[in-house]
């Protein structure tokens, strides 16, 4: 049974950085694609960022170049450092493995 759990959300002030986690377990998941997804109170779930198999990367827009994207994949682990936070990144993050989701992670952005 495939699980992801993402951690690492929290409140943070404007400019702050936090780190989300998403640990995955019931498979490996070196040779497949991932991503992190938000949804903010009222809206619709959006694309974040994703990782394939060859550490391609991708993000969306209004997060490039705050945020990176990087697993390990010998921990199974996917990751999201997020840099220089807007109160508009508030939203619940969560990973994606094909069909599945993780429960996902508050962040909050505020002063």
């Known amino acids: 049974q495939v699980q992801l759990v993402e951690s690492g959300g929290g409140l943070v002030q404007p400019g702050g950085s936090l780190r989300l986690s998403c640990a995955a377990s019931g498979r490996s998941f070196s040779s497949y694609w991932m991503g992190w997804f938000r949804q903010a109170p009222g809206k619709e779930r959006e694309f974040v960022a994703s990782?394939?198999?060859?550490?391609?990367?991708s993000y969306t827009n209004s997060v490039k170049g705050r945020f990176t994207i990087s697993r390990d994949n010998a921990k199974n682990i996917l990751y999201l450092q997020m840099n220089s936070l807007k109160p508009e990144d508030t939203a619940v993050y969560y990973c994606k493995f094909q069909n599945y989701w993780g429960q996902g992670t508050q962040v909050t952005v505020s002063s």
């Open positions: 990782i394939n198999q060859f550490s391609s990367t």
